[in-house]
């Protein structure tokens, strides 16, 4: 089977081409801090035991194929740049990581920034490397709260959609209702962005007539949280199947490779009682059979691997 032509990924360890990643997770994590960035606990962890929790998740996904992990964690919840290409290297795994801010959750440094200012640091960010390290972000992440957006939180939305239009990047948006995805689309909109560009994180939650709508804009569709068993996502249906019947009405309507699906799992979470429970290694234990089943082969390997490259390739440009 063909593969669609090779493009470029920016991944913590530098540009590489997409040509023999095997299998790609589009939404994980292996360190998030949910405490505020100026809390005397954030960060404060013992680094090597995060380090090999992490390589052992990475292990145990490469045994599963996956050599391709898209980590969503932004500065302020957690980003650690050094973590990231440490385990990449330890491991072989090649990681992409965002620039961006979560909700308005800026950390110290960024508080008092405009629109243009943060979009030059995020810019800074794709462009030249993260905190003196060398490291480059691969996309920008976003988030919108649930009756939101706020409008510190649409202050964040506008510098992304300046540094993603000024380097080709994606976006990612962090976005379970279709609600505030109507209003962040349209500040990113008004700034020159690209919907075609736009990830749709948590999209599950949305209703499917939302899914088509967005798809027919180009915006990529994501479903994750498949090993969330709590309430009503145990079903049934469980939120799994609903997921998978909402892949099934998009492909139908022609929209195959604009679907995403990963775990959004978290290796390790602080505090650790903040830890929820999700697995990356289910997408390929358990989602990977069901789609098959489903879609057939060659609708997983664009779902599990092709459309992720796209995606997030970089940059825009080179598609
Ligand atoms: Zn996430």
Known sequence: MSSPEPVSLQTVRGIVSSEPIHRALA???????FQPADHPGYMDVDWGTVRGAAINRLRELQAQGVDL???????????????LRDVSGATGLHIVCPTGIYLA???PGYVALTVAELASRFVSELT???????????FVKIATSDDGPTP?????????????????AAIGLHSPLAGPLDRVSETLI??????????????????PEDHARYAAEGVIVQFDSFSSRSGSDAGPPSLAERSLDAIGRLIDAGHL????????????????????????T?????????????????????????????????PAGSA
């Open 69 to 83: 992990l898209v980590d969503w964690t932004t500065l302020g919840v957690g980003r650690n740049v050094a973590l």
């Open 282 to 314: 289910a997408v390929m234990r358990t989602v990977k059979p069901a789609l098959r089943e489903r879609f057939g082969d060659r609708a997983t390997r664009a779902i599990l691997r092709d459309n992720v490259i796209s995606a997030f390739r970089w």
């Open 152 to 168: 510190d939180e649409t202050t964040v939305h506008r510098a992304a959609a300046i540094a993603a239009r000024e380097t080709g």
């Open 27 to 33: 939404h994980e994590h292996l360190f998030v801090d």
């Open 190 to 207: 008004a700034e020159g962005f690209p919907l075609e560009r736009l990830v749709w994180a948590h999209a599950q939650r949305s209703a």
């Open 257 to 280: 490779h604009q679907v995403l699906v990963s775990d959004d799992a978290t290796v390790v979470c602080n505090p650790p009682t903040t830890q929820y429970g999700y697995d990356a």
């Open 105 to 107: 959750k800026r950390p």
């Open 128 to 138: 030249e490397g993260i905190d003196g390290s060398g490291v480059r972000a691969g």
